[in-house]
């Protein structure tokens, strides 16, 4: 009895030992597997670039959108008089842009005058107004109308169709 409680004892511990022990080789992968790793990089890169390219047209956009120099230069202009922390301003900015959706850019373009920057807080200061405000620029620059507070999207494009009509006479 005692030889098979030591043979026993002995394949335990050769059990114990033998996964650090043996190592197995690793698989080569197959074809189906680099194919799979291919396409999942593909598709990770795509939407990795598609992602940046939302993230830089935005950025670009926005940049335009402050760009107070294209007032007066021909097109009709909405300029947003905005605080960026101000929910309510927010709120007309949202509302303002879903209402310059039935405009083309070369019909009508909107500009937000960020009042926490000296150019933004120099053109309300110019035109004695305060933020949550659109002034409503004809093509040469000069003021026709001021809506002052938040508006919905069908009151600001019933106006700002007025406005476009009005700055072409």
């Known amino acids: 009895m005692k030889r098979q409680k030591r043979g026993a004892k002995r394949n335990q511990q050769a059990k114990a030992k ?20 291919v396409g999942t990089g593909a598709l990770a890169l795509a939407v ?8 830089v047209e935005d950025v670009k956009a926005t940049i335009r959108e402050e760009d107070l120099t294209r007032i007066g230069q021909g097109i009709p202009t909405i ?5 960026p922390q101000c929910s309510r301003c927010v709120a007309l900015q949202r509302e303002t842009r879903s209402a310059m959706d039935a405009f083309e850019d070369d019909e009508l373009q909107f500009l937000v005058a960020n009042i926490r920057s000296d150019k933004g807080r120099r053109l309300a200061n110019e035109h004695g107004v305060g933020h949550v405000t659109l002034l409503l620029f004809d093509g040469k620059g000069e003021v026709l109308n001021v809506l002052v507070g938040n508006k919905d999207s069908d009151v600001l494009e019933r106006a700002f169709r007025r406005h476009v009509t009005r700055s072409r006479s």
């Open 48 to 55: 990795v670039g598609g992602v940046s390219w939302y993230f």
């Open 79 to 83: 300029v947003q008089i905005h605080d």
């Open 18 to 37: 033998a996964p650090a022990q043996a190592k197995e080789p690793e698989a080569t992968p197959s074809r189906r597997d680099l194919f799979r790793k």
